[in-house]
């Protein structure tokens, strides 16, 4: 063996991780290393000075001499015999010992490898009490998905109840507006034979306002049926015909200045084409943008209707002065049961106008754009495919 491997088992031997011990049959320390030395609180000379019996304490001698040193002399070697060694300073320290017999030109010799039963402890304990946290992280991990199981049928089970109700609460409502759709209808046609026939002035306004009431009810119930068809039926359904869009425009603003008499709507039309359009769709997406500018706008300024052309299709715009409508309102303008502004107004009653006219828009292959300015006003841009 060169001198570099020779320095290494020694180095390895003299701190290895246990202590190791050389002994002659009469106990003694024919070799002993610095592991053993430090953990006795010895020096190493004095220790090799030392017999094995002078480290152990009376009962250990009689161990040694009764048990495990006749069992190593006759098996040839011993595994983890509990045993304890003395400190300088008195103290036992708990050992586990495992030797082997040897036999060598210089007599019998017993090679000890004894290891700290502290350090073992410790790390037994120390693996024991980690298993147990493993175990009760288990079973918080198990519990945990559980509740979460549970608490996701629970909400599963709450969400089908909520779309029950709203989809109850929808039909309630579409069979509520058909309900009301023909008296409304036979009220208003009564009012006008009524107005015919009466020769009051007096009579013929309370006629007039009764006919104004009946049809803004009328608009407010069908939009009311539009929604429940877009949600539970079919959706918006059009049927397309050949029309004037200029005089089909004009003639639903003839109507709307009777139903808004104190509105100043106007009318201009760049160019002329007849148009593949549904008409009674059409009035009524009037019927909503106008009725929506009256609502939100600045009467004192008129309401101003545009017709224009291209060669991708129709466009319809409305517009009004007054405030621009407030940015929040904004992302969801078009959805249902909004409204422009909190304040109330006789004119409108529900949010579902901008709905309705989107969704006319749409099912005519269009679209419907806005933009609002405190200055210029607010405009709705209707294309009509």
């Known amino acids: 063996m060169d001198n570099t491997a020779l320095l290494s088992t020694q180095a390895f031997f003299e701190h ?6 050389v002994m002659a049959p009469d106990g003694t320390l024919v070799r002993c290393n610095q592991t053993l030395a430090d953990w006795l609180g010895y020096d190493s000379a004095t220790l090799h000075a030392m017999s094995f019996d002078q480290l152990l304490p009376a009962d250990g001698r009689v161990f040694l001499l009764t048990h495990w040193g006749p069992l190593l002399n006759m098996q040839g070697s011993i595994s983890e ?8 300073d008195g103290r036992k320290l708990p050992m ?11 007599g019998i010799r017993y090679h000890l490898a004894l290891f700290s039963a502290l350090e073992s402890t410790s790390s037994g304990k120390a693996a024991l009490e980690a298993m147990q946290r493993a175990e ?12 979460l199981q549970r608490a996701q049928t629970e909400l599963a ?32 046609m009564a009012a006008s034979m009524l107005k015919r026939d009466l020769p009051s002035d007096r009579a013929r306004r309370l006629l007039a306002g009764i006919d104004t009431s009946t049809e803004r009810a009328l608009r407010m119930i069908v939009d009311l049926l539009d929604f429940a068809s877009v949600r539970l039926g079919p959706g918006m359904t059009i049927r397309r015909e050949r029309v004037d869009l200029v005089r089909a425009v004009d003639y639903s603003i003839s109507e709307l200045k009777v139903a808004f008499p104190d509105a100043q709507i106007r009318h201009y039309a760049r160019g002329w084409r007849v148009v593949q359009v549904d008409p009674d769709r059409l009035q009524q997406l009037m019927g909503n943008l106008v009725a929506n500018a ?14 224009d052309f291209s060669d991708d299709g129709a466009v319809v715009t409305v517009h009004n002065h007054g405030a621009a409508i407030d940015d929040a309102l904004l992302p969801t303008l078009f959805e249902p049961m909004t409204r422009g502004s909190d304040c109330q107004d006789t004119v409108r009653s529900v949010g579902l106008g901008l709905f309705i ?3 006319i828009a749409e099912a005519h ?13 607010t405009r709705f841009e209707v294309w009509l495919g």
């Open 16 to 21: 290895a991780p246990c202590a190791l011990v």
């Open 81 to 88: 015999v509990k045993i304890a060694l003395r400190h300088r």
């Open 294 to 307: 009256v609502a939100y706008g600045d009467l004192r300024y008129p309401i101003t209707v545009t017709t």
């Open 357 to 359: 006219v989107k969704k």
């Open 157 to 188: 089970a709450a969400y089908q109840e909520v779309q029950r109700r709203a989809v109850f609460s929808e039909q309630m409502v579409a069979i509520a507006s058909h309900d009301l759709k023909n008296p409304l209808t036979a009220i208003q």
């Open 96 to 106: 586990l010992l495992s030797g082997v017999r040897r036999e060598s030109d210089d």
């Open 365 to 377: 292959g269009g679209s419907v754009n806005m933009c609002s300015d405190g200055v210029l006003g």
């Open 136 to 147: 009760e992280m288990l079973a918080q991990k198990i519990e945990a998905e559980s509740a």
